[in-house]
């Protein structure tokens, strides 16, 4: 198999949507790789300092002995916290920008027949869109939560659709949550299932950049809780905090083209739209 005849449009078994999942990104590496470096690290890096900084001020708080505020203002966490999760949302919000305008392209165009400044242009328009998305879907999902867990679980799947649907059919926000719950009817375990599965292998992926993070918190919280005169590396903290940040960022590559996959799966099931156009095809050569 070659990119060129790479078919997204397909009806896809469990085993299917993981191999295709990864073979999509096999076949374009190089370009979302591109892609992803040119747009999204660059807020990886910001979400990556920030978080050091909060991890600096934090480290430091406990080595005084009294709680966040010893030395650094209470605001001064509150304001680190709140742009750490806003550098994050926008990277992540970016990265799923990219990747669905990327595999909308592929879709329309074919591979090879555009460029990832193209993917680009595009995806900007679409942005502010995604972000209302994002922030709505997360709202609806919380108070999923606080009405019921089970009502929380089944909502977030079904929400995980709404940006493939509202970019890849050119819907408005409110028609694309109301038609992720059309389309995933009958198949919600199985998207779960798939969702759950792949949410573990890039928390795993996720964790290995972490951990030099995690374990230099570690150490620096037990020596200066066993009277240590340690005092802990801005610089260390902020450097392994954007390997964090940027890793973060490159993995959501995975996750966001298996939800593009299962998007793939489930309008095909429902719609037969690559089905159609191979009998229009046959029609037109008779």
Not at 142 to 160: D, E, K, M, R, T
Not at 161 to 167: K, M, N, R, Y
């Amino acid at each position: 198999m070659t990119t060129e005849n790479f078919r997204l449009e397909k009806v896809r078994d469990f085993g299917l949507l993981f191999s295709d999942t990864f073979l999509f990104i096999k076949y374009n590496f190089k370009n979302l790789l591109k892609g992803m470096l040119y747009y999204v690290v660059p807020f990886g890096l910001l979400h990556g300092v920030v978080m050091g900084l909060l991890q600096y001020e934090t480290l430091l708080s406990i080595g005084n002995g009294s709680g966040i505020g010893a030395n650094y203002s209470s605001s001064t966490v509150i304001y680190s916290t709140i742009a750490s999760y806003f550098f994050m949302l926008v990277s992540y919000s970016v990265a799923i920008a990219f990747i669905t305008q990327y595999i909308k392209l592929y879709r329309d165009k074919g591979a090879n027949n555009f460029e990832v400044n193209e993917v680009g242009k595009s995806m900007l328009n679409n942005i502010p869109k995604i972000l209302g998305a994002i922030i709505l879907s997360g709202i609806i999902v919380v108070l999923g939560f606080i009405i019921l867990i089970i009502p929380g679980i089944y909502i977030a799947v079904c929400i995980s659709l709404v940006v493939p649907i509202i970019i890849f059919e050119d819907e408005t926000v409110g028609n694309g949550i109301s038609a992720c719950f059309n389309l995933i009817k009958n198949n919600w375990w199985n998207t779960f299932a798939f969702l759950f599965v792949i949410g573990l292998i890039s928390s795993a992926l996720n964790f290995v950049f972490q951990l030099p993070s995690t374990i230099y918190q570690l150490m620096s919280t037990i020596f200066m809780a066993s009277g240590d005169a340690m005092t802990p590396s801005k610089s260390l903290l902020i450097l392994f905090s954007i390997i964090q940040g940027i890793g973060y960022a490159l993995i959501q590559v995975l996750p966001l083209t298996a939800i593009a996959m299962q998007y793939f799966n489930l309008i095909e099931r429902r719609q037969s739209p690559a089905l159609l156009k191979d009998l229009e095809s046959v029609g037109n050569n008779e």
